[in-house]
Nanobody, 126 residues
């Protein structure tokens, strides 16, 4: 089955940067979409960014202009470059993969994805 392993999380000061990586056990070129979600304790998991097989991207309003999602199909790896981090970005970040076509308007919804990684913690201090 599809396996996703996140890495790159850690603690950083406000205004700093981190790059998250998600290694997939299958060719990412065969996936219709991949995404990053985050969840802070006591809150609902929210979609952060998504990218489809054509390279089209979607971002949550809260991260537009600061985060960039990308993928390297040769390495079967998904990335999330996070710049100008804020304390509100503190959360467990999860990588997700979708095996079926997903409408653009649903790509930041949990239901669009079939497989999930175990998460990597991002903590932003002020």
């Amino acid at each position: 089955q599809e396996q996703l392993v996140e890495s790159g999380g850690g603690s950083v000061q406000s205004g700093g940067s981190l790059r998250l990586s998600c290694a997939a056990s299958v060719h990412t070129a065969n996936l219709h979409c991949m995404g990053w979600f985050r969840q802070d304790p006591g809150k609902e998991r929210e979609g952060v960014a998504a990218i489809d097989s054509a390279g089209r991207t979607n971002y949550a309003d809260s991260v537009k202009g600061r985060f960039t999602i990308s993928q390297d199909n040769a390495k079967n790896t998904l990335y999330l470059q996070m710049n100008v981090l804020k304390p509100e970005d503190t959360a467990m970040y999860y990588c997700a993969a979708g095996l079926s076509p997903v409408s653009w308007w649903s790509r930041l919804l949990q239901a669009a994805y079939n497989y999930w990684g175990q998460g990597t913690q991002v903590t932003v201090s002020s």
